[in-house]
């Protein structure tokens, strides 16, 4: 092989250094959401003594896997296209016990002052027509560097259990038929969505029924072992102060 053109090998390294870069700031995009969703997850037992969320997975996307989304996508290849045109180079993905705490995550999570909202697609409300269900989020958050403030989008899917075991194997099948599902195979995915649908459904009212409003008052309540009885009379005094 003869030595390659200077130029090109100088251009090759900067190419390198480029999409590391890209990739290095979207896995810090990735911490921060990590963090958030750590805080509301911790924040939630705490007040309710109920943990909504099951499970948080993440990735970024390889250097490899990004230039051939680029290619497919048939992006100009270079790094200011990419970022922009690329909305999944880092993905989170939520998996809740329950629908109702999909949404309430994703309130939670997008009412939060330092998180932009790109984009929202419900495909619970709005199933795609192959059954695929699940909340989409496209947020934007800042990441602090040496160099500056970087705006960094990462895509957040939140669904439930169901939906993610559906969706997990439809992936594989439909990666396996190389994106051509055989009919009655398709057909059956659908009928396996439905069938999902309608567990999520009986889990959250037999969730209802079990914990239902009364949530509180069930909970053993262990406050007086917390708190010393003298201190909590002179809190008591104190807050009924009228305050400045
Ligand atoms: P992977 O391998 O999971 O990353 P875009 O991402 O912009 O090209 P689109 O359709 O505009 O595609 O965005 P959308 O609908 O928000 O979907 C993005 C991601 O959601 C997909 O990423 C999948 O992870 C998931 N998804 C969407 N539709 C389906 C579906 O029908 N079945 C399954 N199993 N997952 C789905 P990628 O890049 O396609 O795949």
């Given at each position: 092989?003869?030595?390659?053109?200077?130029?090109?090998?100088t251009?090759?390294?900067?190419?390198?250094?480029?999409?590391?870069?890209?990739?290095?700031?979207?896995?810090?995009?990735?911490?921060?959401?990590?963090?958030?969703?750590?805080?509301?997850?911790?924040?939630f037992?705490?007040?309710?003594?109920?943990?909504?969320?099951?499970?948080?997975?993440?990735?970024?996307?390889?250097?490899?896997?990004?230039?051939?989304?680029?290619?497919?996508?048939?992006?100009?290849?270079?790094?200011?296209?990419?970022?922009?045109?690329?909305?999944?180079?880092?993905?989170?993905?939520?998996?809740?016990?329950?629908?109702?705490?999909?949404?309430?995550?994703?309130?939670?999570?997008?009412?939060?002052?330092?998180?932009?909202?790109?984009?929202?697609?419900?495909?619970?409300?709005?199933?795609?027509?192959?059954?695929?269900?699940s909340?989409?989020?496209?947020?934007?958050?800042?990441?602090?560097?040496?160099?500056?403030?970087?705006p960094?989008?990462?895509?957040?899917?939140?669904?439930?259990?169901?939906?993610?075991?559906?969706?997990?194997?439809?992936?594989?099948?439909?990666?396996?038929?190389?994106?051509?599902?055989?009919?009655?195979?398709?057909?059956?995915?659908?009928?396996?969505?439905?069938?999902?649908?309608?567990?999520?459904?009986?889990?959250?009212?037999?969730?209802?029924?079990?914990?239902?409003?009364?949530?509180?008052?069930?909970?053993?309540?262990p406050?007086?072992?917390?708190?010393?009885?003298?201190?909590?009379?002179?809190?008591?005094?104190a807050?009924?102060?009228?305050?400045?």
């Amino acid at each position: 092989m003869h030595s390659p053109d200077p130029e090109l090998l100088t251009f090759a390294r900067q190419m390198r250094d480029d999409l590391n870069r890209l990739t290095m700031e979207h896995q810090f995009a990735v911490d921060e959401v990590l963090t958030k969703v750590s805080i509301l997850r911790q924040e939630f037992l705490h007040l309710n003594q109920y943990n909504p969320i099951e499970h948080v997975g993440s990735r970024v996307k390889s250097v490899q896997s990004i230039l051939e989304k680029a290619i497919r996508r048939n992006l100009d290849l270079t790094p200011a296209a990419i970022r922009e045109a690329l909305t999944d180079i880092a993905g989170v993905r939520i998996t809740c016990s329950f629908i109702a705490d999909t949404y309430r995550i994703l309130e939670t999570l997008t009412a939060q002052a330092d998180v932009k909202v790109v984009q929202i697609k419900d495909y619970i409300a709005e199933p795609k027509p192959n059954g695929y269900r699940s909340l989409h989020a496209i947020i934007e958050i800042t990441v602090f560097l040496s160099t500056g403030e970087v705006p960094v989008r990462v895509e957040v899917q939140i669904r439930t259990i169901a939906m993610d075991f559906w969706a997990s194997l439809e992936h594989k099948i439909y990666y396996k038929y190389a994106g051509v599902v055989p009919e009655h195979l398709a057909q059956s995915l659908l009928e396996a969505a439905t069938s999902a649908q309608q567990l999520d459904r009986r889990m959250e009212q037999l969730h209802a029924e079990v914990h239902g409003p009364k949530l509180a008052d069930d909970v053993p309540d262990p406050v007086w072992d917390a708190i010393d009885e003298d201190v909590l009379l002179r809190a008591w005094e104190a807050n009924r102060r009228p305050q400045p």
